[in-house]
T-cell receptor
Framework: AQTVTQSQPEMSVQEAETVTLSCTYDTSESDYYLFWYKQPPSRQMILVIR??????QNATENRFSVNFQKAAKSFSLKISDSQLGDAAMYFC??????????????FGEGTQLTVNP | GAVVSQHPSRVICKSGTSVKIECRSL??????MFWYRQFPKKSLMLMATSNEGSKATYEQGVEKDKFLINHASLTLSTLTVTSAHPEDSSFYIC????????????FGQGTRLTVV
């Protein structure tokens, strides 16, 4: 079974600074997808960024980028120019590329990000 | 992105009663829907996966007779918590996917269930 580990329960960053959230995963599969979701106090899950395992290029979405190290099974999220609205719980998630997996998401434990003004 | 609407957002029920939570995909057909449970400051735990027109697949440890899931149409799935107990109090979240090849799952707003 796949597992996703986020070793930082809490992180803080100063507004306008850069912060990196860590995520590692364990899988024996070669075809899979990785995601970062944001859950603000409203509890609504919001997709931040996704990465296909077959792509070597790291995904980027505006101020959000990932460092995908497939061999190391590492998938960190970098938030540049942090804003107060970035404060939230961030979840790393894994999804198998196999149809038999049922396309379920496996989530990490989450990292609570605080942005200080 | 696509919209998934979950209703109600909050519900309080008495012990022993049943409560139904609805999850609707508003602008797409959801072949697969997922139900999660989330405890405070914890991660999302998958309870079950439902495919339209077939029985839900429950995760190990989830009581299928207690958490009834119905996915009768391509836009609606329901979770019924039967004979609710205070320990069932939690935050329940649904998500929906349009098809296997579509990698993104869209989430509902969640339902805060309190059993008194």
């Amino acid at each position: 079974a796949q597992t996703v580990t986020q070793s930082q329960p809490e992180m803080s960053v100063q507004e306008a600074e850069t912060v990196t959230l860590s995520c590692t995963y364990d899988t024996s599969e070669s075809d899979y997808y990785l995601f970062w979701y944001k859950q603000p106090p409203s509890r609504q899950m919001i997709l931040v960024i996704r990465q296909e395992a077959y792509k070597q290029q790291n995904a980027t979405e505006n101020r959000f980028s990932v460092n995908f190290q497939k061999a190391a099974k590492s998938f960190s999220l970098k938030i540049s120019d942090s804003q107060l609205g970035d404060a939230a719980m961030y979840f790393c998630a894994y999804r198998s590329g196999l149809r038999t997996s049922g396309s379920r998401l496996t989530f990490g434990e989450g990292t609570q990000l605080t942005v200080n003004p | 992105g696509a919209v998934v609407s979950q209703h109600p957002s909050r519900v309080i029920c008495k012990s022993g009663t049943s409560v139904k939570i609805e999850c609707r995909s508003l602008d797409f057909q959801a072949t697969t829907m997922f139900w999660y449970r989330q405890f405070p400051k914890k991660s999302l735990m998958l309870m079950a996966t439902s495919n339209e027109g077939s029985k839900a697949t429950y995760e190990q440890g989830v009581e299928k007779d207690k958490f009834l899931i119905n996915h009768a149409s391509l836009t609606l799935s329901t979770l019924t918590v039967t004979s609710a107990h205070p320990e069932d109090s939690s935050f329940y979240i649904c998500s929906a996917r349009q098809g296997f090849l579509n990698t993104e799952a869209f989430f509902g707003q969640g339902t805060r269930l309190t059993v008194v």
